[in-house]
């Protein structure tokens, strides 16, 4: 027992010892959007209902023209309405009966951030796009749906946009960070180009 306690020991020190010489890396932030816009950029980009959504966090009604043309969409893609990210696909789409998109997980691209939501007086988990923090919805969990992950992403369909399989995906809304700017002249004009102005 004692040469056990002595191993066990020796083991936890030279694993401290080890990882003292790792280098120290900062960890990037994992909420920072990619896209980021005024409110007033945002208001030219979409409409005031899409804005409402997205950007202050707002809910659609419930069993809406949105969800009723949601319903009846086919094998496809939904995209951030606001950055054009990837967000969900058709093969996770579900009917839950609840009155807005459902999907039991997100697409294989990854895009949706889920965070803790306390507001309303409720504990809730509220899903964003990791590339621009757009409000799609809330997902839930153990409500008993026959699916492979039993949750339920409750997603504002104005808070998407569908593409048709083989249809041709939205353009990703580019970062327009002074940052992003100067990089671009600067590749440019290694490669012998002149920035445009």
Not at 163 to 170: D, I, N, S, T
Request: aromatic share 8%; with cysteine.
């Amino acid at each position: 027992m004692k040469a056990l306690c002595t191993a066990t020991l020796a083991l936890i020190f030279l694993s401290v010892l080890h990882a003292e010489d790792k280098p120290k890396t900062a960890l990037k932030p994992a909420n920072s959007p990619v896209i980021v816009k005024t409110e007033e950029e945002w208001k030219k980009l979409l409409t005031d209902d899409q804005f409402k959504v997205t950007r202050q966090q707002g809910t659609e009604r419930p069993f809406g023209h949105i969800y009723e043309e949601f319903e009846k969409q086919g094998e496809g893609t939904y995209f951030c309405v606001c950055c054009g990210a990837e967000l969900f696909t058709s093969t996770e789409k579900f009917h839950s009966g609840c009155g807005w998109p459902s999907f039991y997980d997100s697409s294989k691209a990854k895009n949706v951030l889920e965070r803790t939501d306390n507001s309303h007086g409720m504990r809730r988990v509220e899903t964003v796009c990791k590339r621009c923090g757009a409000h799609l919805g809330h997902v839930f969990e153990g409500e008993g749906f026959k699916t492979p992950t039993d949750r339920r992403f409750c997603i504002n369909g104005v808070a998407l946009k569908f593409v048709a399989k083989g249809g041709q995906p939205p353009k990703l809304l580019e970062p327009a960070s002074a940052d992003v700017q100067k990089k671009k002249e600067e590749v440019a004009k290694e490669g012998g180009e002149v920035p445009k102005k």
